[in-house]
T-cell receptor
Framework: DQQVKQNSPSLSVQEGRISILNCDYT??????FLWYKKYPAEGPTFLISISSIKDKNEDGRFTVFLNKSAKHLSLHIVPSQPGDSAVYFCAARDYNQGGKLIFGQGTELSVKP | GVTQSPTHLIKTRGQQVTLRCSSQSGHNTVSWYQQALGQGPQFIFQ???????GRGNFPPRFSGLQFPNDSSELNVNALELDDSALYLC?????????????FGPGTRLTVL
């Protein structure tokens, strides 16, 4: 039972363009959503988050959009840079389950110069 | 930051393994995750002030300990081939500081 899904295993984007990473979820009890970035041989690093009561959160080049009716969130990176190449995980928190994070499968982003 | 040891480990089926994590100083919550190849991290359990505070869908042969000195352990008994994965620990200031969950680099466990 995959409660958080990232249906695109990989994405390739040209430097300077927009990268859009998508994530779908099924549990309406999730109250917080997060994006993590992971380089090889390193642990995931927190990138940006959004509360379920908001529909947008922006931090520099990164913006996360939440569509609760569609149970869908997306991460926009503008402009994309080669250093953004990594695996991106979306994660969701179910407060009723002790705050544990449930991760999607990840999307590998490749930004080409 | 958060450190984990060892980096890599090879065990055979049926053996027992202990993985170690050193949390960021002052963090009282540690969570453990299993990341299989091509998958996202899966929550194993969380420890808060040395007591288990939430558990995922993992059997009892997965157990943990948290010590007052910012260190913790993940123990796995009766290893199975499917236990081969990257094991990540993450520490945070408290149980609900999900934004500030700092992950270690992980321990790669291979079970033969």
């Amino acid at each position: 039972d995959q409660q958080v899904k990232q249906n695109s295993p990989s994405l390739s984007v040209q430097e300077g363009r927009i990268s859009i990473l998508n994530c779908d979820y099924t549990n309406s009890m999730f109250d917080y959503f997060l994006w993590y970035k992971k380089y090889p041989a390193e642990g995931p690093t927190f990138l940006i988050s959004i509360s379920s009561i908001k529909d947008k959160n922006e931090d520099g080049r990164f913006t996360v959009f939440l569509n609760k009716s569609a149970k869908h969130l997306s991460l926009h990176i503008v402009p994309s840079q080669p250093g953004d190449s990594a695996v991106y995980f979306c994660a969701a928190r179910d407060y009723n389950q002790g705050g544990k994070l449930i991760f999607g499968q990840g999307t590998e982003l490749s930004v080409k110069p | 930051g958060v450190t984990q040891s060892p980096t890599h480990l090879i065990k055979t089926r049926g053996q027992q393994v202990t993985l170690r994590c050193s949390s960021q100083s002052g963090h009282n919550t540690v969570s453990w995750y299993q990341q299989a190849l091509g998958q996202g991290p899966q929550f194993i359990f969380q420890y808060y002030r040395e007591e288990e505070n939430g558990r995922g869908n993992f059997p009892p042969r997965f157990s943990g300990l948290q010590f007052p000195n910012d260190s913790s352990e993940l123990n796995v008994n009766a290893l199975e081939l499917d236990d081969s994965a990257l094991y990540l620990c993450a520490s945070s200031l408290d149980r609900v500081s999900y934004n500030e969950q700092f992950f270690g680099p992980g321990t790669r466990l291979t079970v033969l």
